[in-house]
């Protein structure tokens, strides 16, 4: 039997489907017989969130069983770090994937193939390939499902290629799933609700949620594995639209995946930071020599004072630099206040000078443009932090680092700020 015939008509559950998926794309990789050009590799931003696990597992699961092309979800993660989410253990754990680190293709499996083995490639919940992912030849990527800012690549290639706005990308997934006349898994329906629950605080009105996300978790909820024990609404042709479910469950999941997802005093300040983290490389045609630098935005659920004080976010961040090889640093922080309850965002920069991109690097040219340029920026709103407006060590300057540190406006997450930061850095002028 080949691949395409064993995945397509072989186990029905979510969690079959991975083990399989995963069992044989491996061995088409190993054998070297040139099987694992035939697979579609699908795969979510690096910063292993929830919403983008689900949609890389999901949209896989349509190509394979939906349009009859293998297709295998790779996790851009170590094997380890899914422990550094306990949201997503608890969301995989409700759709019958127990083994997850068994059952999932991360990159700690594919990361001794050279070349990659593999050259077509879909991208989920981000629209830019990883330049890690290197095979022999060109790489092709064949389709896109994404609701961040569009970089207007493989506009020839990509089909379909859907970049619009949403406050989940799997909700995306989901328009496409429910054109199908395949009967998807409840194991499937019950991760794709969560990580858009997840995504949108519950659906809450004035939120993040858009139509697109309301008539995604409309759709899912009656087929998940939830729908037996939840009371539906009854609809009428009068008022077909709107949710067929009582909130009552919705909010309830919601708090579930929230506290797990908040949850994150067993971290240190390393896994703080490359927790929720996301990778940038920027040419910057300002500079003489056009040099490429590399940025990283690490996403924190907590703020600075309990974890970074006494020269903490200094440390921990060069050390993460380091090892990332990065030029600059955006610490986002999002956490509610004490008192009212209300969200608040900071945002802490540190730019490293001890490795210039070039011999003749000005770095003051790249401290005033990333100061000036998150200053000026409208809708990040930026002001001085009270605190730490130079760092948490006060202003003991560090050799080699340039720190500073705001509060912004609270519905700016790093969907709003990457794009901030790619137009500072890619100005002409």
Same mark, same amino acid.
């Given at each position: ?24 794309? &491996? ?85 001794? @193939? ?82 858009? &629950? ?20 409309? @759709? ?28 009552? @469950? ?31 490389? @920027? ?147």
């Amino acid at each position: 039997m080949n691949v395409l015939n064993s995945l397509a008509s072989g186990p029905s559950t979510l969690a079959d489907f991975l083990s399989s998926s995963k069992e044989q794309y &491996l061995q088409d990789a190993r054998n070297g017989s040139g099987k694992a050009k035939e697979w579609t590799v699908v795969m979510g931003n690096e910063a292993g969130d929830l919403d983008t696990i689900a949609s890389s597992i999901a949209f896989a699961w349509l190509r394979t069983k939906a349009l009859n092309e293998p297709s295998i979800s790779l996790l851009r993660m170590d094997r380890d770090d899914l422990n550094l989410r306990a949201e997503n253990l608890h969301a995989l754990a409700l759709a019958g994937v127990s083994h997850s680190k068994d059952q999932l293709l991360f990159v700690t499996d594919v990361i001794n @193939f050279h070349p990659f083995p593999s050259h077509k490639f879909a991208l989920v919940d981000h629209n830019r390939l990883s330049s890690a992912f290197t095979p022999e030849g060109q790489p092709l990527v064949v389709a896109i499902v994404d609701h961040h800012a569009d970089e207007n690549l493989y506009v020839d290639s990509a089909e379909p290629r859907i970049i619009t706005s949403s406050g989940s990308c799997a909700s995306h997934i989901v328009t496409l799933l429910s054109s199908l006349t395949v009967e998807i898994p409840p194991e499937l329906a019950t991760l794709l609700l969560s990580a858009i &629950l997840i995504d949108t605080d519950g659906l809450k009105p004035g939120g993040k949620a858009i139509d697109v996300d309301r008539k995604a978790a409309d @759709f899912l909820l009656p087929r998940s594995t939830f729908a037996s024990s939840v009371n539906m609404l009854e609809t009428t042709d009068a008022a077909p639209s709107g949710p067929v479910f009582k909130p009552e @469950f919705i909010q309830s999941l919601s708090d579930e995946l929230s506290t797990k997802k908040n949850d994150v005093s067993h971290l240190g300040p390393r896994d703080l930071l490359r927790r929720d983290y996301k990778e940038y490389e @920027f040419v910057l045609p300002w500079h003489a020599a056009e040099p490429q630098i590399r940025a990283g935005l690490s996403t924190v659920p907590i703020k600075l004072e309990d974890w970074a004080v006494d020269g903490g976010l200094e440390t921990e961040g060069e050390a993460w630099m380091k090892e990332r090889g990065l030029h600059i640093l955006g610490v986002l922080t999002a956490y509610r206040g004490a008192t009212k309850g209300k969200r608040k965002r900071e945002m802490a920069w540190i730019i490293r000078t001890d490795t210039p991109p070039t011999d003749d690097f000005d770095f003051d040219a790249l401290t005033e443009r990333l100061w000036s340029g998150l200053e000026a920026d409208s809708v990040l709103e930026l002001k001085e932090h009270k605190r730490f407006a130079h760092g948490t060590q006060g202003p003991i300057s560090v050799p080699g680092l340039r720190v500073r540190c705001y509060m912004q406006n609270p519905h700016a997450t790093r969907k709003v700020t990457a794009p901030v930061l790619k137009a500072i850095m890619e100005a002409q002028t």
